[in-house]
């Protein structure tokens, strides 16, 4: 069974930052897409970034410049480094992984899905 786990969420301030972490049981990680979504209340699951097995970032532009995503593959592990982080960013994130690259990233690509983090940006 393959699992993901996330973690690094919580409150902050306008301005601040916060870095989430994925930790992914699956054996397949190192050769998989890894990414990030949110989903804020009342809203549809968004793309944030993803990151191919070799370490190529792509993100939404929304993010673009504030948020750098990385892995390790020795860890089985995904970041998101969130800086500069606005109100707007308020949302449940989740990690998850795919076979392949989506371009543009949809959901519907992803096949594993962590249980989200919790992220609030207080203005």
């Known amino acids: 069974q393959v699992l993901l786990v996330e973690s690094g969420g919580g409150l902050v301030q306008a301005g601040g930052s916060l870095r989430l972490s994925c930790a992914a049981s699956?054996?397949?990680?190192?050769?998989?897409?890894a990414g990030w979504f949110r989903q804020a209340p009342g809203k549809e699951r968004e793309f944030v970034s993803q990151i191919s097995w070799s370490g190529i970032p792509y993100y939404a532009d929304s993010v673009k410049g504030r948020f750098t995503i990385s892995r390790d593959n020795t860890k089985n592990t995904v970041y998101l480094q969130m800086n500069s982080l606005k109100p707007e960013d308020t949302a449940v994130y989740y990690c998850?992984?795919?076979?392949?690259?989506?371009?543009?990233?949809?959901?519907?690509?992803?096949?594993?899905w962590g249980q989200g983090t919790q992220v609030t940006v207080s203005s």
């Open positions: 998850a992984t795919a076979t392949r690259w989506g371009h543009p990233p949809t959901p519907n690509e992803y096949n594993y």
């Open positions: 699956t054996r397949t990680f190192s050769r998989d897409v």
